[in-house]
C-alpha cells in the first residue's frame, strides 16, 4: 500500500512537472524568438529615434492617467455601495460590473463609436471640437473597462473593516471626516497602490482600445506600434526592439506588484449585514446619485448598440457571415478555456505535494512557474514565437493552431488563480484521510470532483470569456480563412459598418453575458457550500 501510495505521488508531481515544462518551453522559444535568429536584429538606432520615445511616453502616460481616473471614480461608487446596502437592483449592478471588466473590448468600441463617434447619438452636444479618436477615446474606453473592477476590489476592501471599529467610533462620537481618515481611508490604502499597479498594466498592454480609438501615430501604444511593424511594414528589427521594450517595463511592473501583493475583485458581496454607521438624508440622496449616474454610464455604450441594429434590416441580414465567426469565437474559447483548466490542474499537483511535504521554497518556486506566463504581453509572446516560427512552418495554414495554444497557455495563470485556494483548503480538511485511507488515483479523483465541481465550472467560464475576447494573439497569427468574432467587429467598424459592428458586437454580448451569469451562480453556490 505505501509503495501503491508513493506510486501516485510520483506519477501526480510527474504530470504537474510536465504541464509546467511545456508552458515555460513556450515562453522561452518566445524568448528566443525575441533575441533573434538569423537576420533579425535589435534595431539599437530606434532607441533614439524620436518616433520611439513618443510611444513609450505616450503607453506610460495614458495608462498612468486610466489607473489613476480609474481609481478616483470608483471610489464614491464604492462607499455607496458600502454605506447604502438597499441600493435598487444592487446585484444587478455588481453583475454589470463583472461584465464590463471581462467583456471583449470590441463590444465597448462599438458602444462607444455608436455613441460619441463622429456620427454619434450624443456628439452633437458635446461641441464642434469633439473628437473621440485620440487619447481622450482610450481613457474613456480605458475607465469604463477598468471602473468596475477597481470598484469591486474598494467595495471588498471596505466590507473587510471589523464591526468592532465603527462601534468604537460611535463611542467616542467621531465625526464624518474623522471616520474617514481614520477608519476607511487605511482599510483602502494599503490596497491602493497594488490596485493602481495593476490597472496600470492592463491599460499599458492595451492593444484592441488603442489599435481602435488611437486615431493616429500621435495616439501609439508599444503594443499597436508592434502590430504595424509586423504586419504593415514587415520591419523584424524594429519590431523586435518594440517588444523586448515592452517586457522589459510590463514585466518589471508584473513583477513588482507580485511583491506588494494581489487584489482579490470576483469574490461573491457579502449578503452579510455589518454594522456601520447610517449616513444622513443629504448623503443618501448623494450616494443614490452618484450610483445611478455610474449605473447608466455603464449601460449606455451597450444600449447605443440598439439604434445601430435597429438600422438593419434583420430580415434580410447575412446571418452566416457572422454564424461562423461566432463558432469559431467559440471553438477557440472552448479547447483553450478547457486546455488551460487541465493543465492548470496539473501544475498545481507538485505545489500540493511540496506544501503536503512542508517543502514552502519549492512551493514557492512551483507557484511562480504555474503564472510566469504572466510577466510576458500577448502581443510579445506573439511576436516572439512568430519571428522564431517565420522561417520553419507555414504560418497561415498553421496560424490558428498558435492562437488556440497561446490563447490557451496565456489564460493558465487566472485557472491556477481560482482553482489554488480550493484545491489548498481540500488539502487542509481532507489530505491526511485520504493518506490514511490509502487511495488510489482514481478513488481519489472521485472523491476531490465533488469538492472541486464548482471551482472548476466557475474557472471554466472565467476562460471562455478570456478567449473570447482576444485580439492581439489573432492580429498576429489569425488568418483571412478563419475570423473571430471580435476581429469581424473590428473590420466592420474600421469600415464605419456601424449596423453589422452593432449585429455582431450585440451577439458577442449576449454570449458573455450568458458566461458571466453561469460564473457568478456557480461562483456564490461554492461560496454558500
Known amino acids: 500500500m505505501a509503495q501503491q501510495r508513493r506510486t501516485v505521488a510520483a506519477v501526480m508531481v510527474a504530470a504537474g512537472l510536465l504541464a509546467l515544462a511545456f508552458s515555460l518551453a513556450v515562453t522561452v522559444l518566445a524568448f528566443c524568438g525575441l533575441i533573434g535568429f538569423d537576420n533579425a536584429r535589435l534595431d539599437t538606432r530606434l532607441l533614439s529615434d524620436g518616433y520611439f520615445h513618443s510611444v513609450v511616453w505616450f503607453s506610460i502616460k495614458q495608462a498612468g492617467l486610466s489607473a489613476l481616473l480609474a481609481l478616483i471614480l470608483a471610489w ?15 446585484q444587478s449592478f455588481l453583475s454589470l460590473c463583472v461584465l464590463s471588466f471581462v467583456m471583449p473590448t470590441l463590444i465597448l468600441i462599438t458602444g462607444l463609436v455608436a455613441l460619441l463617434g463622429r456620427q454619434g447619438l450624443i456628439s452633437p452636444w458635446l461641441g464642434p471640437d469633439w473628437n473621440l479618436y485620440g487619447l481622450p477615446g482610450i481613457l474613456i474606453a480605458h475607465v469604463y473597462l477598468n471602473l468596475p473592477f477597481a470598484v469591486r476590489v474598494q467595495l471588498l476592501q471596505l466590507q473587510h473593516i471589523p464591526d468592532s471599529s465603527w462601534k468604537l467610533a460611535a463611542q467616542l462620537k467621531l465625526g464624518a471626516w474623522q471616520r474617514l481618515r481614520l477608519i476607511e481611508w487605511p482599510a483602502l490604502r494599503a490596497g491602493m497602490l497594488p490596485l493602481f499597479g495593476f490597472v496600470f498594466v492592463l491599460c499599458f498592454n492595451s492593444f484592441a482600445v488603442v489599435l481602435a480609438l488611437g486615431g493616429g501615430p500621435r495616439a501609439t501604444t508599444l503594443e499597436v506600434a508592434i502590430y504595424q511593424s509586423l504586419k504593415y511594414d514587415f520591419n523584424i528589427p524594429e519590431a523586435l526592439t518594440l517588444a523586448w521594450t515592452q517586457l522589459l517595463i510590463a514585466g518589471s511592473l508584473f513583477l513588482l506588484l507580485n511583491r506588494l501583493g494581489g487584489s482579490q475583485w470576483l469574490g461573491v458581496d457579502s449578503t452579510r449585514q455589518h454594522w456601520k454607521p447610517r449616513p444622513g438624508a443629504a448623503m443618501q440622496r448623494l450616494h443614490r446619485l452618484v450610483y445611478a449616474s455610474t449605473a447608466l454610464a455603464l449601460l449606455l455604450p451597450l444600449l447605443a448598440l440598439v439604434p445601430g441594429i435597429l438600422q438593419v434590416d434583420l430580415a434580410r441580414f447575412d446571418w452566416r457571415a457572422i454564424a461562423g465567426p461566432a463558432l469559431t469565437s467559440l471553438l477557440i474559447a472552448a479547447i483553450a478555456g478547457t486546455g488551460a483548466l487541465l493543465l492548470a490542474y496539473a501544475m498545481l499537483l507538485p ?8 517543502r514552502t521554497t519549492l512551493a514557492l518556486l512551483f507557484d511562480w512557474l504555474s503564472t510566469q506566463a504572466l510577466v510576458a504581453p500577448a502581443m510579445v509572446v506573439s511576436v516572439g514565437l512568430y519571428i522564431l516560427l517565420l522561417p520553419q512552418l507555414d504560418l497561415d495554414y498553421w496560424g490558428m493552431l498558435f492562437v488556440v495554444l497561446l490563447n490557451m497557455l496565456l489564460i493558465v495563470p487566472y485557472a491556477v488563480q481560482q482553482l489554488r485556494p480550493r484545491l489548498l483548503q481540500f488539502d487542509r480538511q481532507y ?16 472523491v476531490e470532483w465533488p469538492y472541486m465541481r464548482r471551482a472548476c465550472i466557475t474557472s471554466f467560464a472565467l476562460m471562455l470569456l478570456l478567449a473570447m475576447g482576444d485580439v492581439a494573439i489573432f492580429s498576429i497569427f489569425g488568418t483571412s ?23 455582431a458586437s450585440l451577439l458577442l454580448l449576449l454570449i458573455c453575458a450568458l458566461m458571466v451569469w453561469l460564473f457568478q451562480h456557480f461562483e456564490k453556490g461554492q461560496q454558500d457550500a
Not at 351 to 358: D, H, I, K, S
Not at 481 to 502: C, K, Q
Open 351 to 358: 505545489l500540493r505535494f511540496a506544501r503536503t511535504e512542508g
Open 76 to 90: 464614491p461608487v464604492a462607499r455607496a455601495l458600502y454605506y447604502s446596502p438597499g441600493l435598487w437592483l444592487r
Open 431 to 446: 489530505e491526511r484521510l485520504v493518506r490514511s485511507l490509502k487511495l488510489g488515483l482514481r478513488a481519489r479523483l472521485r
Open 481 to 503: 480563412n478563419w475570423t473571430t468574432l471580435p476581429w469581424l467587429i473590428y473590420g466592420y467598424a474600421g469600415t464605419y459598418r456601424m449596423g453589422e459592428a452593432s449585429v
